[in-house]
């Protein structure tokens, strides 16, 4: 049998098997990881599809307001131009957009709950009532952003988006599990020295790389019915 058909055998028996237990905790780490992995793989590709259709229609809903509502900006060596009338102000569900090169405006409103402002010389995004951030308009480059260009970002990003997303879904995956299969086998681990029990550390983490696989099974049945 291919080595690979074992480890996938086992992500099925999981469910039910307690001698897949066993045998996590007498292999490897390296083991545990190519598990975990093939795990990882599985969940990634039943989401990305998921996640990359709510997206794209969540593109696709702010497309026509972006669209409508930002007027013509013309970032040149550091500093910003736009021919309407300022200050512009755009709201919309508790964010505000606002451009003003006139100085008139010098922070977002605290009646948004997030704003972004553009001035001659900055790009200020309050994400909070608590955090502000400020960026140079000297970082980014010479560009004029229109409805033509507006057009051809989001083109660009719906065609792209689920490269994206596979992506950010592995990341945060292997990120997500690792960090949860070290907060379960830590107290695990304890618990066992405290029984007196003879299992090392290794195999309690290996243990905890396999019982993740019924919980994850779960969630993603709950998201494929959409509950």
Known sequence: MPKWFGVWRRLWRSAYS??????????GVRSALGYL????????????PLTHVQTNRALQTIKP????????????????????????VWEHEGFGFIVDTTGTVTVVSPVYDQGVLLTETELIYRRSLAETRRYSLSEFPNVVINQETLERWFDATA????????IGTLAWLWIAKLVQILLWSGPGWLAVKLTRRSLSYRAV???????????????????????
């Not at 307001?65 to 736009?82: A, D, K, R, W, Y």
């Open 18 to 27: 307690a001698a897949v237990y066993r045998e996590a905790a007498a292999g």
């Open 37 to 48: 992995a093939a795990l990882i793989a599985v969940t990634t590709v039943v989401i990305t």
């Open 65 to 88: 307001l972006v669209l409508e509502h930002v007027p013509e900006l013309i970032i040149q060596n550091g500093h910003l131009s736009s021919p309407g009338a300022q200050p512009y």
């Open 159 to 166: 065609s792209w988006l689920w490269v994206f997303v596979a």
């Open 205 to 227: 983490f290996n243990l905890a790389v396999v019982a993740i696989t019924v919980p994850i099974a779960f969630d993603l049945l709950v998201l494929g019915l959409g509950w």
